[in-house]
């Protein structure tokens, strides 16, 4: 079993930024491919960005790509998302995953993958 904890959260303003934390416990996160997921009101949850256990290989939904930045810290158990140049469409729950399972590219995005979840924090971006 893995525990998934975020931290991070909180109200920026649209071009500001900042960075979420996914605590693992349980089992080291090295052998788990993390994946981080969004839901805003009224709408599904979707996929935002993913980090591949074995070579760190990383993905990212178009609307995000080039201004959010996903990594791990083997040594610290955690993982991360740094959020740059936010604007008002990136206001969420955001959600933390993790999987043990080998994925292919093409299935990090997939929430269907993830077998451990966290809690989510919220990300509001507004003047």
């Known amino acids: 079993q893995v525990q998934l904890v975020e931290s991070g959260g909180g109200v920026a303003q649209p071009g500001g930024s900042l960075r979420l934390s996914c605590a693992a416990s349980?089992?080291?996160?090295?052998?788990?491919?993390m994946g981080w997921f969004r839901q805003a009101p009224g709408k599904d949850r979707e996929f935002v960005a993913s980090?591949?256990?074995?070579?760190?290989?990383?993905v990212y939904a178009d609307s995000v790509k080039g201004r959010f930045t996903v990594s791990r810290d083997r040594a610290k158990n955690t993982a991360y998302l740094q959020m740059n140049s936010l604007k008002p469409e990136d206001t969420a729950v955001y959600f933390c995953?993790?999987?043990?399972?080998?994925?292919?590219?093409?299935?990090?995005?997939?929430?269907?993958?993830?077998?451990?979840w966290g809690q989510g924090t919220q990300v509001t971006a507004s003047s």
């Open positions: 995953a993790a999987t043990s399972r080998h994925l292919i590219i093409s299935s990090m995005s997939s929430n269907r993958m993830y077998d451990y």
């Open positions: 349980g089992r080291s996160l090295g052998r788990h491919t």
């Open positions: 980090i591949r256990n074995y070579d760190a290989n990383t």
